[in-house]
């Protein structure tokens, strides 16, 4: 075979067929590793390929695999940020960084208004599967099951046994941080509260609430919680305020709509349904010239590397973004490669990091 320089962008399997010399069906054996060829056969085609720096089509490999490789992402979220958000940013990293491990590459599209046109525009990819992030409505998984490709749901809740999903355990989380606080003596609590229809939101302050009744200070319905002023005869109490969503500016917000709460000797420990809210909250106190944690103890949810740098650094509890990024994936490759007594639940535990903002060093 003679070198070529003037090599034009792409050949087809044709061409790569007649530069060595052999059938169209023996090349594509050859350059797939499928099906029997020769050892000269096999040297005179890849040869050739090498010369011709053949590079199968995609959509040709795709066709005969019945695969393409790609997994398609879809973040529902109703508010900004999405991607740039401090638990879902890390998950899709960790997404991105497995999918590439195990040769796929990644369609990711953001969805708002959690409607099908997300779901419809990777199924227009012929993606091998889907990864759903977030909550969403029931309509998409069953629009989902419609085309019999795998999926799997990180960090929604579903009554769907048929749904894969890897969540975090935050109900046993927010009891984690309620022993945790209970347990350096405080019994009047501010409970900054991300919104009630967010599964995670949710289930920690379930859980802060279910372990602090256990210890003998009933949150109570949340209207009767918010009734509650410095003048309860209480041992302990919790005032719960909700934010419609869970930004800093939100924490912010509410912690200075709630001042004469604290003023009044109304709490002595904050608990932020995540580390933004926490943050946002802290900043008010600080601003105000209470100390942290002297005066009221500040304390969050996700451990994020922000939280980590504010000072005092916040006390929080862990969620393995790492381990939900990275399991949805090798979890939807088992589905996509037809392994079977893949789990329909994965669950991840959490812990408490202690920082300044509990215990003041």
Do not use: W
């Amino acid at each position: 075979m003679e070198n070529r320089s003037d090599h034009k962008l792409n050949y087809s399997l044709r061409e790569l067929a007649q530069l060595a010399g052999v059938s169209k069906s023996t090349a594509s054996r050859v350059i797939s590793g499928s099906g029997y060829a020769s050892a000269d056969v096999r040297e005179r085609v890849l040869k050739a390929a090498e010369e011709l720096r053949y590079k199968p089509s995609a959509v040709a490999r795709a066709m005969v695999a019945k695969r393409t490789h790609n997994i398609g992402v879809i973040v529902f979220r109703d508010r900004l940020p999405i991607v740039s958000h401090t638990l879902y940013g890390k998950i899709v990293d960790e997404i991105l960084m497995a999918a590439e491990s195990l040769g796929y590459s990644i369609f990711l599209k953001t969805d708002r208004e959690m409607s099908l046109r997300s779901t419809d525009y990777m199924l227009e990819q012929r993606v091998d599967g889907l990864i759903l992030v977030s909550r969403f409505r029931k309509n998409v998984i069953d629009y989902v099951k419609n085309f019999n490709i795998p999926y799997v749901m990180v960090n929604g809740s579903t009554e769907d046994p048929e749904v894969v999903h890897l969540v975090s355990d935050d109900e046993r989380g927010g009891e984690r941080a309620a022993e945790h606080l209970y347990s350096l003596g405080h019994r009047r609590f501010f409970i900054v509260a991300g919104p009630g229809e967010h599964r995670s939101h949710s289930l920690r302050l379930s859980g802060f609430c279910k372990k602090l009744t256990e210890l003998g200070i009933p949150c109570g319905s949340r209207e009767a919680a918010n009734g509650l002023t410095a003048d309860t005869p209480q041992a302990g109490y919790v005032y719960i305020a909700e934010s419609p969503d869970s930004s800093f500016d939100s924490g912010l917000q509410l912690m200075r709509a709630h001042e004469e709460i604290f003023r009044s000797g109304g709490y002595t420990a904050v608990f932020g349904t995540n580390d933004m809210l926490a943050l946002g909250a802290m900043k008010v106190l600080l601003e105000r010239g209470v100390r942290v944690p002297q005066d009221a103890a500040v304390m969050g949810y996700d451990n994020t590397e922000l939280g980590g740098m504010y000072h005092p650094s916040l006390t929080t509890v862990s969620v393995d973004a790492e381990g939900l990024g990275r399991d949805a994936v090798a979890t939807l490759h088992k589905m996509i490669g037809g392994e079977a007594g893949v789990p329909r639940l994965i669950e991840y535990d959490s812990q408490v990091i202690i920082r300044q903002s509990t215990k003041g060093e």
